[in-house]
């Protein structure tokens, strides 16, 4: 049979904002103007220029737009250099949507839960499509705390979003952090998981999480000292990807393949995390 998600879709980009020195989110919709394929929040897309490469990212739009996707790409290297020199009606190919996603409609996972969430850096990328669908779906869930950190103010990716619009959300609590003292930045100061120990979090909450694995490392310790279980944390892990479909072996951790079983697990799920968590 054939399978659809192996097809690349071929994407027009029709806006690109830079979020960061290094960070552009790329809005993109079909040739014919619509959104290429629905996905859950959590799943992700190879993206491919072709002549060049493709990458798997985190579709970071919430499935509750029916009109675009977006993939907020960080500059690394090769591929998402020139990713960043594209221009607005340029053309790339999309195919998926891959993996699992955050159980969002699960009542004993996340439906009707108080929720965590805690992001570093270009971390935000897949949190920002289950929150989103968290605000177009506001009934469904319970109250929802944020954390959010970077390097610095100008690190924060989708700064002018949660400002206007995510801090002006009923039962949104919001919190930035950057990792040392700025000039023009009277916010918090200091690393993701000692602002999240220091908040001391309702036990109650389902925690979403994803960042650089430092960041998970020590905010996954600081949760279980406070008494949350592994099952009650949830991430989303970014092993190198190459068929993105449980075929070429290069992304397991034990005896899952991150791309197809993944790329959200909780915890519990993990019997073995790779050296650098
Ligand atoms: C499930 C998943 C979701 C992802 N979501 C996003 C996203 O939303 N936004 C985003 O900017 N990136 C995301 N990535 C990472 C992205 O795929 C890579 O950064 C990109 O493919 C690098 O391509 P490149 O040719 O520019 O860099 P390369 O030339 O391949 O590499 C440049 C540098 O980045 C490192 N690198 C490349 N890929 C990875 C990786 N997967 N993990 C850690 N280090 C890597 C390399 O070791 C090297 O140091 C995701 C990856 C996965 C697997
Ligand atoms: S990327 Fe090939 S098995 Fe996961």
């Known amino acids: 049979m054939l399978n659809e998600t192996l097809i690349p879709k071929v994407g027009v980009i029709t806006d690109i904002r830079i979020d960061t020195p290094d960070v552009k989110t790329f809005r993109v919709v079909g040739t014919d103007g619509k959104k290429l394929f629905e996905h859950i929040p959590g799943q992700c897309a190879m993206v491919s220029v072709p ?65 965590l969430f805690v992001a570093g850096g270009i971390g935000l990328a897949p949190l920002r499509s289950v929150i989103n669908y968290v605000r177009d779906k506001r009934e469904n869930y319970g109250k929802v705390q944020i ?30 952090t950057i990792d040392r003292e700025q000039e023009g930045w009277d916010g918090h100061v200091g690393f993701v998981p000692n602002y999240v120990k220091e908040l001391t979090p309702d036990l109650g909450k389902t925690v979403l999480m994803c960042g650089p694995p430092v960041m998970i490392k020590f905010t996954l310790a600081g949760l279980k000292e406070l008494g949350f279980k592994e099952t009650q944390v949830f991430t989303t892990m970014e092993l190198r990807m190459k068929c993105a479909i449980g075929k070429c072996g290069r992304c397991n951790i034990g005896n899952k393949y991150v791309c197809k079983d993944g790329p959200v697990f909780s915890f519990d799920q993990l019997s073995e995390l790779p050296s650098e968590y």
């Open 147 to 176: 954390v959010y950190g970077s390097r610095s103010k100008d690190d924060l990716v989708d700064y002018k979003e949660i400002l206007d619009e995510w801090m002006a959300t009923p039962d949104f609590d919001v919190y930035l």
């Open 51 to 115: 002549g060049v490469g493709e990458g798997m990212f985190s579709i970071t739009s919430s499935p509750t737009n029916t009109e675009f996707m977006e993939f907020s790409i960080k500059r690394c290297g090769c591929l998402t250099t020139v990713l960043h020199a594209l221009e607005e009606g340029q053309q790339i190919t999309v195919r998926g949507p891959y993996g699992n996603g955050f159980p969002v409609e699960d009542p004993e996972k996340l439906k009707g839960k108080d929720l």
